[in-house]
C-alpha cells in the first residue's frame, strides 16, 4: 500500500492520477463521526478493511461525497467492534464502497475498569 505507482501522480489510462489504497481509507472514513463513538482515551484498532471499485478507480483529482451506514455492533471478551459501510458518489453514481471493521479494547477503556 506504501509503494509508489506513476499512476499516483502522473497520468493514468483513466486520465489524471488515482488515489492509492492508504489514502482511499482515509476518503471512506468521514461517516465514523455520524455513529457517535466515544473513543478518547480506547485503543482502537483496524479490524478488517474491504475497497470495491465499482467505476473505475478512485481519481485524485476530484471531489467524492461519502455517505455510511453502520451495519453491526457487538463484542469479544476483549473488544467492541463495529461494522459499517460507506459509500463514494460522483455526480450521483457510486464509484467505489468500503467495509470496515473497527475494534475497541475494552482494557483500555475507563468504562470497563474493574
Known sequence: MTERLDWYDGPTPWGGPVVNPGMAVGLFRGPEQGFN??????????????IRHLAGPIMADRDYLCSGELLAVGETPKSEYIWYRSTLHDQGADVAQMVMML??????SPLWAS
Not at 463513538?37 to 474491504?50: C, D, H, K, S, Y
Not at 475494534?103 to 483500555?108: I, L, W, Y
Open 37 to 50: 463513538l466515544n473513543r478518547e482515551g480506547v485503543v482502537g484498532l483496524f479490524g478488517a478493511i474491504e
Open 103 to 108: 475494534r475497541f479494547m475494552k482494557a483500555s
